[in-house]
Nanobody, 127 residues
């Protein structure tokens, strides 16, 4: 059974930084994808970052490119999202998600293409 647990959210001032963590269990191989999504009240869930468990270049949404960095520690089965230069528009519930390897076309930033989800961690950017 796959479980994803996010942590690290909180209240931060504009211009500040936070690091989110996503601890994964039950993912038995290194052929899966991890994604970070966020959802603000009244808005659709938005993909912000994606990376492949086996390595390679992460992908970022234009809205966070240059400010957010995702990485993984396979020894700890943990994925991170380092968020810098935060602004109030970044306020949202942040989720990590996992997609098992499968054939066929898919979108890294579509929430419908991921199989497992964490419970989310709230990020609030406010002065």
């Amino acid at each position: 059974q796959v479980q994803l647990v996010e942590s690290g959210g909180g209240l931060v001032q504009p211009g500040g930084s936070l690091r989110l963590s996503c601890a994964a269990s039950g993912l038995t191989d290194d052929t899966h994808y991890m994604g970070w999504f966020r959802q603000a009240p009244g808005k659709q869930r938005e993909g912000v970052a994606s990376l492949y468990s086996g390595g390679g270049t992460p992908y970022y949404a234009d809205s966070v490119k240059g400010r957010f960095t995702t990485s993984q520690d396979n020894a700890k089965n943990t994925v991170y999202l380092e968020m810098n230069s935060l602004n109030p528009e970044d306020t949202a519930m942040y989720y990590c998600a996992a997609r098992l390897f499968k054939s066929g076309s898919w979108s890294r930033f579509s929430p419908y293409d991921y199989d497992y989800w964490g419970q989310g961690t709230q990020v609030t950017v406010s002065s």
